[in-house]
């Protein structure tokens, strides 16, 4: 049986070297996403990326993941380099985004 995360994973790969040549951006001096947060940094997506990682990680594609905390009463979730979050939002077939 192939699962969700077997077929991003083959997605993946098949985009590997489209997504390896998007731009990557450094954080500012002074950056507050130091602490680990993805909520505070302007380069990370929102949050629920925790099973893309997944997928990303097999694929052997960097997504410089962190922890994403939010709101007065957050819940952890997870967040990737926003260029990577778009262009899976953009171009991966719905059934396995």
Do not use: F
């Amino acid at each position: 049986m192939t699962t969700k995360t077997d077929l991003r994973v083959q997605w993946l790969t098949e985009h590997k070297k489209e997504i390896l040549s998007l731009p990557t951006q450094m954080c500012p001096s002074g950056c507050r996403s130091k602490c680990g947060n993805g909520a505070t940094c302007r380069l990370q997506s929102g949050g629920g990326w925790g099973y893309w990682v997944w997928a990303l990680r097999k694929a052997g594609i960097p997504c410089s993941a962190k922890n994403y905390w939010s709101g007065s009463n957050p819940t952890p979730s997870t967040s990737i380099r926003r260029q990577i979050a778009d262009y899976i939002t953009l171009n991966a077939p719905i059934e396995i985004r």
